[in-house]
Nanobody, 113 residues
Framework: VQLQASGGGLVQPGGFLRLSCAASGSIVSFNVMGWYRQAPGKQRELVASIASGGHTNYGDSVKGRFTISRDNAKNTVFLQTNSAKPEDTAVYYC????????WGKGTLVTVSS
C-alpha cells in the first residue's frame, strides 16, 4: 500500500488547515485510515482515525477542533480544522491500517503568524 499526502505548509493561528491522503495498491475493504503527528522533541501521537465503516477516533488534544472524513470510493482520508493553534505545529503522517500499518512520508504543518 502506498500513501500520498497533500496539504500542510504554513498556517495562520486560528486559520484553516486541510490535509488529504490517498491510498493505492492492495487496498482491502475493511481498513482504518488516519493521521498521526510528531512535534520536535515529542513522541508521535494520534490526531484522528476513521474506519471504512465510519467510526472515528480523535486524540485528546484535537477533540472538538479537528474533523476527519473519508471517501471510500477514492481511498482518501481528509483532516481539517478551522482553528489551528501553534501547538498543532508538527510533521503529520498519514496511516493506513489493515493487515499491518503503512505510513506516508510525512508533511510539515507550521502554525505561526
Amino acid at each position: 500500500v502506498q500513501l500520498q499526502a497533500s496539504g500542510g505548509g504554513l498556517v495562520q493561528p486560528g486559520g484553516f488547515l486541510r490535509l488529504s491522503c490517498a491510498a493505492s495498491g492492495s487496498i482491502v475493504s475493511f481498513n482504518v485510515m488516519g493521521w498521526y503527528r510528531q512535534a520536535p522533541g515529542k513522541q508521535r501521537e494520534l490526531v484522528a482515525s476513521i474506519a471504512s465503516g465510519g467510526h472515528t477516533n480523535y486524540g485528546d488534544s484535537v477533540k472538538g477542533r479537528f474533523t476527519i472524513s473519508r471517501d471510500n470510493a477514492k481511498n482518501t482520508v481528509f483532516l481539517q480544522t478551522n482553528s489551528a493553534k501553534p501547538e498543532d505545529t508538527a510533521v503529520y503522517y498519514c496511516n493506513y491500517r489493515a493487515d499491518k500499518d503503512y505510513w506516508g512520508k510525512g508533511t510539515l504543518v507550521t502554525v505561526s503568524s
